[in-house]
């Protein structure tokens, strides 16, 4: 078992190191997940996972949330679910007379918000502010969230049949949208074995999975994170690749000022996990897809071509200079 030794600071490749073992009790494979999940953690972000059910979605986060020791809530989100179901609502008291406030499942840490897509436009709104000023008002009254507060918002690619799709305001301010795909053969394989030897994923403790951080540690590596020296010509290369987004042809929509800022802090989360005290092109290479691509909208041409975003975003990666 991988124990954290809390009487020294934890470096934020150890951090990265030791959670990814951990996670490995419970997941095969997925280390590009994993590895993303890490960032959006460590950045303060927020992320989207897409993915198929039975890919792990759930398990992943819940295994995380354990490794960090954070408080972990999951809402199943309905057609029907309202904002207040969410945030929370003011509830009468008949034995003091009084109206007290009902804290909704939003007021934790990590926040699972599972096919988030299935909720309505105004249950989905109602995250705006928690993800934006990790704070919520209810009736008037403005309560704050906890400072690591991160939701992690699931959704299915393939099914449509009463899904709302997420407004462009709300998508971005997620951090990533990270795709969780099929496991390899050799991947399903273990799955399977493990499965036949006693796994049971509801039941991480006795898989072995346990804390290996603490906020102390979380906060000390986002320090770090904030020493991770990025030198103007990079600086300059994330601002290229932005403003290339909005003069493609292929794109309805390219990107905001705030896709550079997050694309730039997830850069910086990268290059930290590995290890690293500057950020690279090959960081931003490596983290410019899960950035942008829920942030660009295709021509309707481009859609029937077959294109995705991802592959907008490698056209114009390949199209921008790389600095030396």
């Known amino acids: 078992m991988v124990q954290a030794d809390h009487t020294q600071p934890v470096k934020t490749p150890q951090l990265a190191q030791r959670i990814t073992q951990m996670l490995g009790k419970a997941i095969v494979g997925q280390q590009t997940v994993i590895e993303q999940m890490l960032v959006t953690v460590l950045a303060r972000g927020h992320v989207l996972m897409e993915g198929v ?5 759930t398990l992943l986060v819940r295994a995380l949330a354990r490794c960090l020791d954070l408080d972990f809530t999951r809402v199943q989100l309905t ?3 309202m904002p207040s179901d969410i945030i929370g609502t003011h509830v009468f008291d008949s034995t003091t007379n009084e109206f007290h406030l009902h804290r909704g499942p939003i007021f934790t840490t990590l926040l699972l918000a599972d096919e988030i897509n299935r ?3 105004k249950t989905q709104s109602a995250l705006l502010e928690a993800m934006q000023e990790r704070q919520v008002t209810i009736e008037g009254e403005t309560c704050r969230l906890d400072e690591d507060f991160a939701v992690f918002a699931t959704q299915n690619p393939i099914e449509y049949e009463g899904t709302y799709p997420l407004p462009e305001a709300q998508l971005d301010r997620f951090l990533l949208k990270i795709v969780v795909d099929y496991p390899t053969a050799e991947e399903e394989d273990e799955l399977l074995a493990r499965t036949h030897q006693g796994f049971d994923a509801q039941q991480l403790e006795e898989a072995g999975v346990e804390p290996v951080a603490t906020a102390d540690d979380l906060a000390g590596c986002r320090e770090e994170i ?3 020296n990025v030198e103007e010509p990079v600086l300059h290369y994330i601002g290229e690749i932005i403003r290339r987004s909005r003069d493609s042809g292929q794109l309805v929509l390219g990107c905001s000022p705030r896709a550079a800022v997050m694309l730039l802090q997830a850069s910086k989360a990268l290059a930290a996990a ?7 092109p090959d960081h931003i290479k ?10 660009l909208i295709l021509h309707p041409e481009a859609d029937i071509e077959g294109l995705v975003p991802d592959d907008i975003v490698h056209n114009i990666l390949s199209s921008v200079a790389v600095p030396r």
């Open 53 to 57: 059910p039975g890919v792990a979605k």
């Open 79 to 81: 057609p029907d679910l």
């Open 274 to 280: 590995r290890g690293g005290q500057f950020v690279t």
């Open 286 to 295: 490596a983290i410019a897809a899960p950035v942008l691509r829920h942030r």
């Open 226 to 228: 904030l020493q991770v």
């Open 119 to 121: 909720a309505p436009a």
